[in-house]
């Protein structure tokens, strides 16, 4: 993988949160926000943004799993802002908006502890 790729996905990673931008994205490799848009697509089938919006919907998952936070924490923690945006792209991603998802886990959960127990 081009060594301007792993940097960008590594900070994308790590800093997902940031309302990141392509121009900023380019200039932490030396290159317009075009150039590594068409280098990102390229070696990782998605655009810079396009991955960036999988990894907040992976962790926005991660945390209706793991936390009790609300939805509105959980789409701030995330980076996002606007809760139907969140909503829209959650659903999308998972099939479910997130209270939904949220709630399809404790049944399966329910059912899961109910039946080992028997």
Sequence with gaps: MD???QIVSSALETDFRRAW???QLGRLV??????LRHLFKAEMDQTPTQYLKVIRMREAAT???TTFL???EIMNRVGISNESHFVHEFKKAHG???SKYRSALAVTA???SG???E
């Design 30 to 35: 030396n290159l317009s926000g075009s150039r």
């Design 115 to 117: 039946s080992m127990n």
């Design 3 to 5: 060594r301007r790729v």
């Design 110 to 112: 329910a059912v899961e």
């Design 70 to 72: 609300s939805v509105k």
């Design 96 to 98: 479910l908006a997130p």
């Design 21 to 23: 931008d392509i121009v």
């Design 63 to 65: 945390l209706l799993r």
